[in-house]
């Protein structure tokens, strides 16, 4: 069957909500181990179970067929995957906007090809400015490296730069105001993110450690005050705005503010796994339609249609009871 056969109905689900964006995972590694995102000593998935780049192309030119209009490449870290230039190249001639996550350590080497290859906005995560805290969270990862990379993204002329920060009570919460001001001074976007109870951590229990976004809020207005914003960027964030700077502070809140009724959004593992919700497990697995079925559009695109008859009305996250999710978010995909 060819694309142009092919049926570009939008994806929608029994709740009526429509899939209008994609994060697509193309790597589990990273050069981190990021203490909320994955353990210390992680096994990596073998490559045979891996999607090929033309794999990946072609999940995601089957979303944008069916009408979504945004794909976020996540990992693991993204650009630590052999020969990722050549999808983004690719991905960027698809009429979707696109998007990355990174943590910002390979920016120095790639932030001028990702903007010519269409990349429009950049993620980087960031959760301390000191260097000996932010090696503790990251456990392998050096301040200074990302630092450049941010510095490399705003050289490079990306539309728009937001820093991600998980906040976590007792370990970097202090640093909040700091991050802010930090933000401002670039010239950039953050968010602050309540951590997603994914994968067994043993270095902080979670309902010790949760940090509220109203919490944040709240402290950040007692500086800057915040005016909320009707800006949308098509994912969860909730944005608000300073009077003084271009700057804007976003929260997602995945525990305290529930989004559910909002998802527009599906997740695509580097395994395949076609993810419905972040904090369930309802799957499909797009790498076996992928190779019983090569070539066929036709196979790949119905399974995403069927899809939709599984997608979950929310997630149910429940900080007293861990893990709920037992894979790590390196393996769901930033």
């Known amino acids: 069957m060819s694309d142009r056969t092919l049926n570009t109905d939008p994806l929608i689900d029994r709740f009526g909500r429509q899939v209008t964006y994609l994060r697509l995972s193309v790597t589990d590694r990273c050069d981190f181990r990021c203490v909320y995102c994955m353990a210390e000593k992680m096994e990596f998935l073998p490559r045979a179970e891996v999607l090929s780049l033309e794999e990946l192309y072609d999940v995601a030119a089957a979303f944008v067929r069916r009408g979504v209009r945004k794909i976020r490449l996540t990992g693991g870290e993204p650009l630590v995957r052999r020969d990722v230039m050549t999808l ?12 990355l996550t990174t943590n910002g350590s390979q920016l120095p080497v790639h932030a001028d090809a990702l903007v010519k290859a269409g990349v429009k906005r950049v993620n980087i995560s960031l959760d301390s400015l000191n260097p000996e805290r932010f090696h503790e969270l990251t456990r392998t990862g050096r301040l200074e490296k990302v630092l450049d990379g941010i510095e490399a993204a705003r050289q490079a002329g990306f539309e728009r730069i937001k820093l991600n920060t998980v906040v976590l009570k007792g370990r970097n919460e202090d640093e909040v105001l700091d991050l802010v001001e930090f933000a401002r001074r670039g ?9 997603m109870p994914l994968g067994q951590i043993v270095e902080h229990g979670r309902a010790e450690s949760f940090c509220s976004s109203d919490e944040l809020r709240e402290l950040i207005s007692s500086r800057y005050p915040l005016v909320e914003s009707t800006e949308n960027t098509g994912g969860p964030s909730r944005y608000f705005r300073m009077a003084d700077s271009a700057s804007r502070v976003g929260f997602i809140s995945p525990h305290s503010h529930n989004f559910c009724s909002e998802c527009n959004r599906v997740r695509v593992t580097v395994e395949g796994r076609l993810l419905l919700c972040l904090g369930n497990e309802h799957s499909v697995d797009l790498r076996d339609v992928l190779r019983r079925y090569p070539g066929d559009a036709g196979k790949l695109d119905q399974a995403l249609v069927d899809a939709m008859e599984i997608k979950p009305e929310k997630h149910e996250f429940d900080l007293d009871q861990e893990p709920q999710i037992l894979r790590f978010m390196n393996m769901t995909g930033g």
Request: aromatic share 4%; hydrophobic share 50%; glycine share 10%.
């Open 88 to 99: 983004i190249e690719r991905l960027g001639q698809l009429p979707v906007e696109l998007v």
């Open 187 to 195: 010239g950039l976007d953050i968010s602050f993110i309540e951590e």
